[in-house]
């Protein structure tokens, strides 16, 4: 029996991060009410973000140009670069306003587990980078994940010779965050990570 245009919909919503079955199925329906308003022009926006979004060849962020604009921004400063996991990350400490250096998407973390070594990852084109311009210090902003911290550890290894100051992202309490409602392995970061008042 073929399958239905509504239920390929449904199935391909239902994979996205964030929605089941049930939500696709909201979604689908939600679409299908506002078709003109809202699900013929999320058809072509996706249609022209497929053929005109491409990774950047600099630091691998996704942009309709290459390099991306975040490369290509003069106010920016090139001294310092922040390495993150994926593109999300890049977009979330964007969002802040609070980093104006530029970045390097690693594609992801070192892990045994999923068979991901430093080969599949972007870091030999880090090196090279580094090699290349005037950077100062490198941030390695990844997760506080078992694969996160191996992998900057890994990163700091590689780049102990290359005359930059590595840097990461202090752990620990968030703003607003009470202690008896944080896990153990935070209160120990910043038990760790702890500065003068």
């Known amino acids: ?8 919909l449904i199935q391909l919503l239902a ?12 979604a689908v329906l939600h679409l299908m009410k ?32 290459d390099p991306c604009g975040i490369c290509r921004d003069a106010g920016r400063d090139g001294t310092v670069i922040c390495v993150v996991e994926d593109v999300g990350d890049l977009w979330a400490l964007e969002r802040t306003t609070a980093f104006t250096g530029r970045y390097h998407v690693l594609g992801g973390t070192l892990s045994a587990l999923d068979g991901r070594g ?8 880090l090196v090279a980078r580094l090699r290349e311009e005037s950077t100062q210090e490198v ?39 009470e202690l ?8 120990t970061a910043a038990l760790r990570a702890r500065r003068p008042a």
């Open 1 to 8: 029996m073929a399958i239905s245009e509504i239920d390929r």
């Open 15 to 26: 994979r996205l991060p964030g929605l089941g079955p049930r939500s696709a199925r909201r």
């Open 34 to 65: 506002k078709r003109d308003q809202l699900m013929v022009p999320l058809a072509q926006s996706m249609q022209r973000a497929a053929e005109s979004i491409r990774l950047c060849s600099h630091c691998g962020n996704l942009d309709d140009r």
């Open 118 to 125: 430093p080969e599949e990852l972007n870091i030999d084109k």
């Open 139 to 177: 941030i390695l902003a990844l997760s506080a994940t078992v694969d996160g911290q191996t992998t900057a550890h890994y990163i700091g290894e590689r780049l102990a010779d290359l005359g930059v100051q590595v840097t990461r992202l202090a752990h620990g309490v968030p703003v607003g965050g």
């Open 180 to 187: 008896d409602y944080l896990d153990d392995g935070t209160i």
